[in-house]
């Protein structure tokens, strides 16, 4: 058996691992790579996604980072089966549609800069139709449920805990009368988050392909991290200013949702304006409604009980770009949740190119900034950033909101390995930058003995 590594090596986008057996070939995830210039050319690079006979694709999540590159398939004329949980699938729909108008934009506006330079127009990563040619192919399966997606290849999800529908994949793979058992972790989640449930480990593997998005430290409490928040936010209100939040749509949303609603019920914060300015949040939280059988006990008691969809009152849906501009009227105190979640494009570009310069606004960054993204560089403190081609002074406070992180931190991440350690399988670190990924895999040295590998793109492992 080998595994090829397309992605999220020495960086936290572009998943995309291709396991061949002499009888299989399997695709586990197939993710955009997000981020500068640098990194979104890669997904211009024609990886040998396709190469040999692709049986089957698993997926872990619907994140794009985890299934952008898909459509990249089906323009190869890829017809297989798209394995995933039912919410993951339900997701993926919508994040793939988005993606494709965004990616649709941003090439219009850079060929019209092209033209203005005599140089050639790009065509376009993938078209509607390549997206739409892969409705027909996905199939649901439940947590648990082992099915076999190739030859000699059986698969079982479990929950990873880090948004809804999400997984951890466990490959069974058989080849030559032998049985090995391959595990990806996937993007896993926190451990006691509101919301969703705890991430589940596996307890025996012949190798695990394990994330390390934050193997290098722990976040703040989510306890720490709320209070310092309704403190920000207290503040804001009574400057009766905007705060500004790029959010996540699916995931980081719901779970701040979540959190205003206890707020409010607990009179830990007045009630004020929420404006959920993303089209595709507004649907992912009606998917995150569909599908609260995945939420935690709590959770799901306040949905029945109906304090949740109280509790909720204040917040406005903003589906329209009219809706959108009109923000820039409203009067504070309020808060605008808008994407993307790391400034890279979305509505929330025109709010902070609106708002920025106001000292009185608030920013909060709630999830991973990835090197060279807008968001980066407000986190690093530059005092002036460019949005649209104009320089915009920044004044505003931006604050960092570690654990509202849907991500795992240090200590969470190798509490999930420490259960399958004991088998000792061969340990591949991706999904997080290098020195992360060094820093954790000395770590799993130290505690278990092992001598983790980590890949660069594009390398070929022998199991």
Known sequence: MKIYFHGATGDVTGSAYHVKTKHASVLV???????????????????????????????????????????????????????????????????LRDSYFLQKGDLDRENRKRARSGQAPLEPLFTEEDVLRLKPLIRAIAYNQPVQVAPGVQARLVDAGHVIGSASVELTVEEDGKKKVVVFSGDLGPRGAPLLNDPVPFERADAVIMESTYGDRNHHSLYDTAV????????????????????????????????????????????????????????????????????????QSMVKSGDLRENLQSAKFCPTAEDSKALNNVKGPCMIMAGSGMCTSGRIMHHLRHNLHYPETAVLMVGFQSPGTLGRQL??????????????????????????????????????????????????ITHGEDRVRKIFSELIRSRHGLRPECPNLGDVIEI
């Open 29 to 95: 995830d197939c993710g955009l790579f997000q981020g500068g210039k640098e990194e979104k050319a890669k997904n211009r690079q024609r990886a040998t996604l396709e190469s040999g006979k692709l049986d089957a694709v698993v997926l872990t999540h619907a994140h794009l980072d985890h299934i952008g590159r898909l459509p990249l398939l089906t323009q190869h004329d890829y017809e297989g089966p798209i394995y995933a949980t039912q919410a993951t699938l339900d997701v993926a729909r919508l994040i």
């Open 379 to 428: 986190v690093d403190g530059k005092e002036s950033v460019s949005i649209f081609g104009e320089e915009i002074a920044v004044r505003a406070s931006i604050h960092t909101m570690g654990g509202f992180s849907a991500h795992a931190g240090q200590d969470e991440l190798l509490k999930w390995f420490a259960a399958v350690a004991p088998s000792k399988p061969r340990t591949i």
């Open 228 to 299: 310092e928040a309704r403190k920000i936010i207290a503040k804001v209100i009574e400057a009766k200013a905007k705060i500004l939040v790029p959010i996540f749509a699916v995931g980081r949303t719901q779970l701040l949702l979540y959190l205003l609603a206890g707020a409010f019920r607990k009179k830990t914060l007045p009630r004020f304006p929420i404006y959920l300015d993303s089209p595709l949040a507004i649907e992912a939280t009606k998917i995150y409604g569909k599908h609260n059988e995945l939420f935690d006990e709590e959770a």
